[in-house]
């Protein structure tokens, strides 16, 4: 359980919660993986440098846990 808690936080650390103020088609990550689309409303768990990209664009909020 413990192992499965730590994996778990690594994986929070690295990855935002947010949610989608409009829809975002597909796009490439930073790695060159293909991403989305996405739609107005869902709520996805992005890399950190994705997720404030959209943020800082306007396209998404980070949802408060």
Do not use: H
Request: charged share 35%; aromatic share 8%; glycine share 10%.
């Amino acid at each position: 359980e413990d192992f499965v808690q730590t994996l778990y936080f690594q994986e929070k650390k690295k990855n935002d919660l947010i949610v989608l103020k409009e829809d975002v088609g597909e796009f490439i990550d930073l790695a060159g993986e293909k991403m989305g689309g996405f739609e107005k409303g869902q709520i996805v768990n992005l890399p950190k440098e994705i997720a404030q990209i959209l943020i800082e664009d306007g396209k998404a909020e980070l949802v408060e846990e």
